[in-house]
Each structure stands twice: as C-alpha cells, then as structure tokens.
C-alpha cells in the first residue's frame, strides 16, 4: 500500500524575499517558541516582511517576524516583535555566520510551515539583487508566459 502523502500547511510566505534576493540555498530551521505565540502562528497570524536571520554570540534568531498577539491569551502573552531563537546544529551556525560576514549575504526567513507536527522557518541564504535584475527577472517570467500560452 502507497504510503499517504501528508498536507503541511504554510503560515506564512515571504514573497517579496524572492523579488528583492537572489537565494542562493535554503535551510529548514526549528523555533523557539511560547504557547501562545504557536497558537497565535496556527491562525496565520504572523508576517515576515522585513525580517532577518542573525547569528548573535554564537545562536542563530530570527529578527523582525511579528507574531500579533493571541486574541484570547491574558497576561501572559507574547511580545509581538521580539528576537526568536532559531533552532539548527552548532556546525549549522558556524557555516551560516561564516557565509554571512565573508561573502556579504544576507538571511531571510522564506516562510513558516508545519513539518512533522512542529513549526519550522525555511531559511533563506541571499544575495541582494540590483534594479536591473529585478527587471530582467520579470521580462523573462513575462516571455516564459508568453510562450506557454502559445504552445
């Protein structure tokens, strides 16, 4: 018997990432979380624009993501806009802390996601990309387009 595919839903996606940057590759990371923050993500109410990935004394943490509020949580709630501690191996962070201050790239959470019953941030390792790439991008999805609809 064919083994079933499982749905892992997506929370949140970070679209913009893949029009500013040019990701180079990708890496699945564990967070670090309270309950009401997981509870608060479960409804999709997180957003990654202008968030980043940082390696700060030897930790890796997601900076900028807002996470609003659980609606029904008291006064033991999270603090919206605080640092989160992303969760990868000691050789992991080495690598990423290495890449980021040698090769001038940057971190950026590509999106939230439910993975094996856990919350997961795929994180992307990017280069920033000029205005003439941004514009070549979108002349060659137009042209891709363009000749799918022809065939």
Not at 90 to 113: H, Q, W
């Amino acid at each position: 018997m064919a083994k079933e595919a499982k749905f892992n839903p997506v929370f949140a996606e970070n679209r913009k990432a893949r029009h500013d940057y040019t990701v180079l590759d990708t890496v699945e990371c564990g967070i670090q979380l309270t309950g009401t923050e997981v509870k608060s993500i479960r409804h999709g109410e997180i957003s990654l624009s202008g968030s980043y990935g940082a390696v700060l004394k030897g930790e890796l943490w997601l900076v900028g993501a807002d996470i609003a509020a659980y609606r029904f949580g008291n006064r033991f709630n999270h603090e919206p806009k605080s640092m989160r501690k992303l969760l990868v191996h000691a050789k992991e962070v080495a690598d990423l802390r290495l890449k980021t201050e040698a090769k001038g790239l940057t971190l950026i959470p590509l999106k939230v996601y439910l993975a094996r019953g856990r919350i997961k941030v795929a994180l992307g390792i990017c280069r920033g990309k000029a205005l003439h790439d941004k514009r070549e991008t979108l002349k060659n999805k137009a042209m891709r387009r363009d000749m799918e609809r022809g065939m």
